[in-house]
């Protein structure tokens, strides 16, 4: 379905399992932008699909279905207003990063929550990131 959530209709509401916050900036605003990377079993699991290159060859990738919510305002530990994103994913993918000692998999959805809140919501964040100490920030919607 839609933004990888089983269902048919337009959309189902879900109290996602926080997992990691991502610190980045609104390039635009130098705003402190979060994501609260989170977990849902109603989101579907990742896998291989095919696709098209630039060439028209068929190639396969990695398709990791997401849904990430709209951007709210929260406060840093600072009490700065911020504004915070949720993204959620099959918990797989947390048992993926947390088995992979190299971080690449963390680094990995860290880059695609990034640009996917960016092509979201139409603004361009820093690809740095930093990982603050925190399973989520704001309230659990």
Same mark, same amino acid.
């Given at each position: %379905?839609k933004?990888?959530i !089983?269902?048919e209709?337009?959309g189902?509401?879900?109290?996602?399992?926080?997992?990691?916050?991502l !610190?980045?900036?609104d390039l635009?605003?130098?705003k402190?932008?979060?994501?609260?990377?989170c977990?849902? +079993?109603?989101?579907? $699991?990742? /896998? *291989?699909?095919?696709?098209?290159?630039?060439n /028209?060859? #068929?190639? #396969?990738g990695?398709?990791?279905?997401m849904?990430?919510?709209? %951007? &709210?305002l929260? !406060?840093?530990?600072?009490g700065?207003?911020?504004t915070?994103?949720?993204?959620?994913v099959?918990? @797989?993918?947390?048992n993926?990063m947390?088995e +992979?000692i190299?971080?690449? =998999?963390r +680094?990995?959805?860290? @880059? *695609? /929550?990034? =640009?996917?809140? #960016?092509q979201?919501y139409?603004? #361009?964040?820093d690809? &740095?990131?930093? *990982?603050?100490? *925190?399973?989520? $920030?704001?309230?659990?919607t």
């Open positions: %379905g933004d990888g !089983k269902s209709d337009k189902i509401e879900i109290t996602p399992k926080p997992g990691f916050t !610190k980045t900036r635009a605003t130098n402190k932008v979060f994501i609260n990377v977990s849902h +079993d109603e989101i579907a $699991i990742p /896998g *291989l699909k095919k696709k098209l290159n630039e /028209g060859e #068929e190639v #396969e990695y398709n990791v279905p849904s990430v919510g709209p %951007g &709210r929260c !406060k840093d530990k600072s700065i207003d911020s915070v994103y949720d993204m959620i099959n918990p @797989q993918v947390m993926d947390k +992979d190299t971080h690449k =998999q +680094d990995f959805i860290c @880059q *695609l /929550g990034i =640009q996917c809140v #960016e979201k139409k603004f #361009e964040c690809k &740095r990131y930093k *990982l603050p100490n *925190l399973d989520y $920030i704001g309230d659990i």
